[in-house]
T-cell receptor
Framework: AQSVAQPEDQVNVAEGNPLTVKCTYS??????LFWYVQYPNRGLQFLLK??????LVKGSYGFEAEFNKSQTSFHLKKPSALVSDSALYFC????????????FGAGTRLFVKA | GAVVSQHPSRVICKSGTSVKIECRSL??????MFWYRQFPKKSLMLMAT?????????EQGVEKDKFLINHASLTLSTLTVTSAHPEDSSFYIC????????????FGQGTRLTVV
């Protein structure tokens, strides 16, 4: 069965500092991995995905994520945080050899302080 | 990215009535649509997966007679909450996929349902 873990409920970082939001996953086949961001009372916006190829994936708004197969991790990173990055971030996984079901992590609230 | 429109964004209904939520893919054909429920400060819980022209596949613990899902066309799926009760109050989000497993799903803006 697929599962996703986001071990941190909240991440606090000062504006201008690098940020990392952690994600680990478990799937039976090859993973398709996604990061989404959610602003209050809104749907989810796609940030980036890993399907295959280069382990470092670059996405929207300056975010990137690194796929680490040995650690089954897909941490989201940004070199310099902005106050406007404050939101709820979800990691998601889909079993690449299975169906379309996408499982989401519990979410991590990012708070960037000015 | 592709656009998914969800309507209404907010609805208040009386206990015992039914509410229909629409999810439309505006610029692509969505062979598969997903319905999620999000509790306050919680993650998204997948309720069901629907494929155009066939019955939805419900996740364990989701009452299919209470949450009716119809995916009548490649651009429209509906979720009807029947005989709503206050405990059905939640944030419901749909997402749509073009059918390629290596592509991301696109999400609607969500519907805040309040049952009074």
């Amino acid at each position: 069965a697929q599962s996703v873990a986001q071990p941190e409920d909240q991440v606090n970082v000062a504006e201008g500092n690098p940020l990392t939001v952690k994600c680990t996953y478990s799937v039976s086949g090859n993973p398709y991995l996604f990061w989404y961001v959610q602003y209050p009372n809104r749907g989810l916006q796609f940030l980036l995905k890993y399907i295959t190829g280069d382990n470092l994936v670059k996405g929207s708004y300056g975010f990137e994520a690194e796929f680490n197969k040995s650690q089954t991790s897909f941490h989201l990173k940004k070199p310099s945080a902005l106050v406007s990055d404050s939101a709820l971030y979800f990691c998601a996984v889909r079993d690449g050899t299975g169906g379309f079901k996408t499982i989401f992590g519990a979410g991590t609230r990012l708070f960037v302080k000015a | 990215g592709a656009v998914v429109s969800q309507h209404p964004s907010r609805v208040i209904c009386k206990s015992g009535t039914s509410v229909k939520i629409e999810c439309r893919s505006l610029d692509f054909q969505a062979t598969t649509m997903f319905w999620y429920r999000q509790f306050p400060k919680k993650s998204l819980m997948l309720m069901a997966t629907s494929n155009e022209g066939s019955k939805a596949t419900y996740e364990q613990g989701v009452e299919k007679d209470k949450f009716l899902i119809n995916h009548a066309s490649l651009t429209l799926s509906t979720l009807t909450v029947t005989s709503a009760h206050p405990e059905d109050s939640s944030f419901y989000i749909c997402s749509a996929s073009s059918g390629m497993k290596n592509t991301e799903a696109f999400f609607g803006q969500g519907t805040r349902l309040t049952v009074v």
